[in-house]
Structure formats: structure tokens, C-alpha cells
């Protein structure tokens, strides 16, 4: 008999959560200390190389962790290992993070002027944090596919304690320069990876053999739909950064702090999406329908209450929040908040719809929706508003526009065979 879908979850994501837990609260107290210790002028730069190592990072390599947790979950499933398909998609890691620093090299000069305020160090730190999210990711799915959620969650902890450990003993010596809260940041990751990628399990397995044409063609469709999502949901503190004009840097740090609060809930959300998609691999490779949809209903249900407790929270004590955790230099209000909040809560719906339509190999329905989703962010962004308003309202209007599209295509996707046979696939399917 099967047992109930949320009893699976809670089994499923409770490691992942500890984890979570550990990164998201290290996360939080490493940008509130080093927000409190550089002043909002200077915080400004590094809080948008947080928001580009958490964008970019995901969006190159997180569809990797996506297709690798999911093949490996069929091959379990199949009783084979998946060795093949690990090989190929590490390949394809290291190829994409060569092309990333081919490129980061090439914008150095414009990227340090105008993103990071003239401090070429920071570019140096996106690279180096990139490496390490392209090792996590492609660790983790490995963990994701065998059902390692345990040394998934660990790898979480230890990315978390030694960004936050390093936060606090640059206070301590009384450090007050951008670039070593930057490197901590930036090699958090790295260590995280050496000190928990002994063991991969099902992934160093021999298995059927994987196509690199077959699985580059996949992780195109996911990696471009990946990118389009952290546009939608990390574009708007960039955005803020750029457009500040000289006397709106102080406001342009304010703003970017209080989204990275907004998003806390993402934290949360993390924990679920991580056994979210191998667990749904599965069940459509048993083609179990109804099992199927009683766990989406399940994590739509879970995220959409999440959402609401954030944007609550908001609207009750949002601008009380933001002083107590940054210090009474960053003044903000609820008309500001709200569609920040909101807009976090929208895009963890949408990411839970994307999985699904990910774990059914929709991988154009889910670059639709996200593309749908920043034609809708890029419009908002003509609003005539101050540039906080503007910014958040066309953040909320680029999340709302996606759930409703992901929305509408997962229902006409889950009309058909759950897993229709693939001609000229191997059993990782």
C-alpha cells in the first residue's frame, strides 16, 4: 500500500531541510553582518555578487543537477547504475564553467566598473564561487538520484557554517574592506564539495550507455529555461544596482538587502525542490498517475502556504524586520515590501510547476513559462515609478505571468502517458 504522498515528502526532505536550515540561517546572518559591518555604500556591491553567484550559478549548473538527479532516479528505479550519464554531465560542467571564465575574463573591466563599483576582486570571486556551485550541483545530483539526501544536506551545512564562520572572524579582527567578506563567500562552496564528494553511490555504477549529443540537448532546453528563472528572480537586485544613479546607492543597497530578506522563504523552499523532482522521476517512470498528482497537488499546496507566511509576515512587520536585522541605516516600507514578498512566494509556485513539467521531460513547456515570465519582468521594468516600486512591481508581474503560463501547460501535459516510450533512448531515459 502507498503510503501518503506528504509522509514521502517529509521523509524525503527532512536531511535536505536540516541542511537548508544551517545554509539559509548562515546566508542570512552573513549578509546581515556584513551589511551592519560595510555600511549600506559599501554592502552594495557585495550584496549584488550574492545575488549574482546564487543567479548564476544555479542557472548554468542546477539543470545539470535537475537532469542528473533525474536520470539517476530512472536508472535506480531500472536497477542499473548511471555512471555513463554522471561522466557526461561533469563534462559538461567543466565546459560550461570554461566558457563562463572565458567570458568573465573578456567583460573583466566593464563588469568591476559598472556592476561591482570598480572592485576587480569581486569578479575574481564570482569565478571562483561559480566553480564550486558548478562541483555542488553536479555533486548533489548525484546525491538527489540515489536518494543521498542525508550527504546532500551535510553539503548544505558545511557550505553555510564556514561562510558564516568566516563572516564572524573578519569581524572580529575588525576587517571593513568588500574583498574578504567576498572570497568567503566565494570559497564557501569549494570546501563544501571537498569535504563531503567521497562517496557517489549510483552515479560511479556502470549503466547503460548516455549520448553526450542526447544529454546536451536536454540540459540546452533546461539550461536556458534555468537562466530565464533566476532572471525572473535575480535580475530585479541587479537591476537596482545598475540603475542607481550616484546619489541612489545608499536606496539601491537598502532595496537589495530587503529582497535577499523577502527571499528567505526560497531558503525553505530549496529543501522540497531538492527531492522534489527525482521522487516525481520515478513515480512517471511507473507511469503511478494517481500517486503522480497526489504529490504535485501535495508541493503545490506545501510552497503556496509558504509563500503566504512570507508575504504576511511582511505586511505586519516587514519595515520593523529590516531594521532589527540591518541596523536603522536601512528605512523601508510596506509599499515596498509587498510585491518582493509576493513575488518570492509566486516563484516558488512556478519552480514547483517547472519541476513537474521537468520530471515529464516538458523541458520546452518549461522554458515557455520562464520565457513568458521575463518578457513580463522587462515590461514591468517601463513602469514610470521610483526605482524601488518599479523594480519590485515588475519582479511581481514576471513571477505572476509564469505560474499562470507553467500552470496552463503542466495541465495539458498531465493529460498524456505520464512516460510515453522514447525511440532511440537508452533505460535512463
Known sequence: MTAPAGAAVSRQIGAVAIGLAVLGVASFAFISLSGRALGPDVFAPLGTLWVLINAAGPALFQPLEQELGRGISHA??????????????AALAAVTLLAAGVFLALAHGPLADRVFQGRSMLVLALFVGLAGLAAEHVTR???????????????LGVDGTFRLGGAVLLIVVGVRA????????????????AVT??????????????????VAGALGLLTAGSVLSQVVVNAPAVIANVLAGPAEQARAGVFISVLVLARVPLFLFAAIQAAFLPGLAALAARDARRDFVRQVSTIVGLVTA??????????????????????????????????????????????????????????????AGWLAGTVALALGLTLQLRLEQRVGLAFFLGTAVAVAVLGALLVRRVRAPLHPPVVGQGTHG
Open 306 to 367: 509558504l509563500g503566504l507566511a512570507g508575504l504576511l509576515t511582511v505586511l505586519t512587520i516587514g519595515p520593523w524586520l529590516v531594521e532589527l536585522v540591518y541596523g536603522p541605516d536601512y528605512q523601508t516600507t510596506r509599499s515596498d515590501l509587498w510585491p518582493l514578498a509576493a513575488g518570492a512566494g509566486l516563484f516558488m509556485v512556478g519552480s514547483a510547476l517547472a519541476q513537474t513539467l521537468i520530471s515529464l521531460r516538458a523541458y520546452a513547456a518549461s522554458l
Open 76 to 89: 535506480r528505479e531500472l536497477g542499473t547504475g548511471a555512471r555513463p550519464l554522471f561522466v557526461r554531465g
Open 197 to 214: 564528494a567521497a562517496r557517489l553511490g549510483p552515479a560511479l555504477q556502470p549503466g547503460a550507455p548516455e549520448t553526450t549529443r542526447r
Open 141 to 155: 545530483g548525484a546525491f538527489a538520484g540515489a536518494g543521498a539526501f542525508g550527504r546532500y544536506g551535510w553539503q
Open 178 to 193: 568588500v574583498g574578504p567578506y567576498a572570497l568567503v563567500l566565494a570559497v564557501a562552496p569549494v570546501i563544501a564539495v
